[in-house]
């Protein structure tokens, strides 16, 4: 057998081996390799490069890292490339160089050829499209390339090329499947972002109606309470005029009466300090003691007086000093008596401004929408949760004069709910929470699908008339969220607090019924101070009556 028969043998053999091989490869870079491992093996006395398409360097380069230079860097739209997409063909220098049928793109063909130093050019073509280049420089001794050679450089282009394009679709087909599996994966997400909602949703409508009925309950007997309370108090008053009229000197004891309520009434009132009252206390036994008692009843008429605010009213004190013991022992009686009928009718009007507040924050279930002072559910918000703040907590308000707005009033007790109870969780129980109340127009464009920067909110705001929305500000002075967790706060379930003390749905919550309510939400923190902005928008422009702030 001739050499030259030997060496189409085995190119033969070569061919049906890389076939075997490259078909079952699923990889672009590994196929593009592999033909390059090929190529060296069978040419031996030349040298191969590949260039592939790679994302980072957003050019065709070298296979192999050593072959890598800044000239062996050709973009996707260079006229050479672009005409080489078209091309169904291998080429040669010398086509480019006496051939006219290649005319039209021989300067570019030629600067190709030139950077690179090819003689053979075989590009792997699918679609129209370049998806890699093989060439070949010169041969040693300037030897051609036989047409066998070419035409089993073309076999090789042409399983390459079915190889690519099997690759090609495999990985377009895996790329698909984890775009899906994402997809698959975010919507599991939201269907459990959602399904928590539910359930937060469903527990907070239970807790609702059942602290519904608890303020139904308490209202019962506490107006009950109340309204003996004031029987009591007008029967109180009848005894005291029966009293004063019928069996004791009336004169005494009604000035003694009505100085002693008129002094409660009073509010600016100094406290005596203890030293003030010692003071205070002798001078008073003093003059007690030098009308018709002992020292020791003047003692205990002096101390009584003293805590009726009585000490520096002469009249009264001549009338202690005279009276009778039987007088002054009704007198204190029918005294205390008032007094912890005041006191009764006060803690009655906090439990039913307790109950009004519960029944208010709980009724989630009216209309869906309502034209609502936002003022009222942040005031019966800060009642419903007296009970966490009063211990450490200090809150200041400062409301403005706002227009309604129409919102869902339960929905936004949620928020203010939420934003207090992560305040005080935030400071541990310890701080300073301040509530702002606004209206003001917004001069810039903000996305509601974004948590804002609440200084840039801050900033456009302004005083037109038209774009008005109501803010609700609360700020705390707790340590601050750091700025690596700032971004996801917000997202279902992530919570800092330990396990069992938080769901890690509150701010979550929060967003989506800003969202609902076409509002936007702002964020800003810093140790000693966080601050988040909720901007609901105005629809009526009557403003709401005045509201101490």
């Known amino acids: 057998m001739t050499r030259e028969a030997m060496r189409n043998s085995s190119l033969s053999l070569k061919r049906r081996q890389y076939q075997k091989s490259i078909i079952s490869l699923l990889n672009i870079e590994e196929a593009i390799a592999r033909v390059q491992e090929l190529i060296d093996e069978i040419f031996t006395d030349t040298r191969s490069i590949v260039l592939y398409w790679n994302d980072a360097a957003g050019a065709f380069i070298p296979v192999k890292p050593a072959d890598r ?41 030629l600067e190709f050829f030139n950077i690179t130093g090819a003689e053979i050019l075989v590009p792997f073509n699918l679609n129209k499209s370049v998806l890699a280049l093989l060439y070949l420089v010169g041969r040693e001794g300037g030897r051609a390339y036989t047409k066998k050679e070419l035409r089993f450089l073309l076999e090789i282009r042409d399983i390459t090329t079915v190889s690519l394009s099997n690759a090609a679709l495999y990985e377009r087909l895996h790329a698909m499947l984890y775009h899906l599996e994402e997809k698959v994966k975010e919507r599991t997400s939201e269907l459990s972002n959602a399904q928590a909602q539910l359930i ?16 139904h309950e308490i209202n019962t007997p506490t107006s009950i309470v109340n ?46 300090s203890a030293t003030d009252k010692f003071s205070l206390g002798r001078k008073l036994v003093q003059k007690l003691a030098s009308g018709t008692i002992d020292e020791n009843a003047a003692r205990a008429r ?11 009213d002469e009249a009264v ?13 009704i007198f204190r009686a029918l005294v205390n008596i008032d007094k912890n009928m005041r006191n009764m009718r006060f803690a009655l009007s906090s439990i039913l401004s307790i109950v009004k507040a519960l029944k208010h924050y709980s009724h989630r279930d009216q209309a869906e929408a309502e034209n609502i002072d936002v003022r009222d559910g942040v005031e019966n918000t800060i009642t419903v949760f007296h009970n966490q703040l009063k211990h450490g907590v200090q809150v200041n308000r400062h409301f403005e004069n706002v227009s309604k707005i129409t919102c869902n009033p339960g929905e936004l007790n949620q928020i203010y709910s939420n934003l ?22 917004l001069d810039g464009v903000f996305d509601p699908k974004n948590v804002q920067d609440d200084n840039k909110l801050e900033a456009a705001l302004g005083d037109r008339k038209e774009n008005r929305y109501v803010l609700i500000t609360l700020q705390d002075s707790g340590p601050g969220i750091p700025a ?23 701010l979550g919550i929060i967003r989506n019924v800003v969202l609902k309510h076409n509002g936007i939400l702002a964020l800003a923190s810093m140790p000693g101070r966080t601050r988040f902005t909720i901007a609901l928008p105005v629809e009526h422009a009557a403003p709401a009556a005045a509201k101490p702030g």
């Open 69 to 109: 230079s800044e000239n062996l860097k050709f973009r996707i739209f260079d006229d050479f490339m672009l005409w080489l997409g078209d091309q169904d063909r291998i080429f040669s220098r010398h086509d480019f160089e006496h051939g006219r049928k290649f005319a039209g793109v021989r300067d570019a063909a």
């Open 200 to 215: 937060q949703q469903e527990k907070m409508a239970s807790l609702g109606v059942m602290v519904a009925g608890i303020a």
């Open 227 to 272: 309204g003996a309370t004031e029987n009591l108090n007008n029967n109180l008053q009848l005894i005291i005029n029966e009293i004063v009229q019928d069996r004791i000197p009336p004169e005494p004891m009604r000035r003694l009466l009505t100085e002693a309520s008129r002094v409660r009434e009073r509010r600016d009132t100094p406290t005596l």
């Open 302 to 312: 002096a101390d009584f007086l003293l805590d009726l605010g009585l000490h520096d």
């Open 317 to 329: 004190i001549h009338i202690a000093a005279t009276a009778t013991d039987q007088e002054f022992q």
């Open 420 to 441: 207090i109870v992560n305040s005080v969780h935030a400071m541990k129980g310890q701080g300073v929470i301040d509530i702002y109340v606004r209206e003001r127009s």
């Open 484 to 506: 690596e967790l700032q971004s996801k706060i917000f997202d279902p379930f992530f919570t800092t607090k330990a396990p069992g003390e938080g769901t890690g749905l509150g």
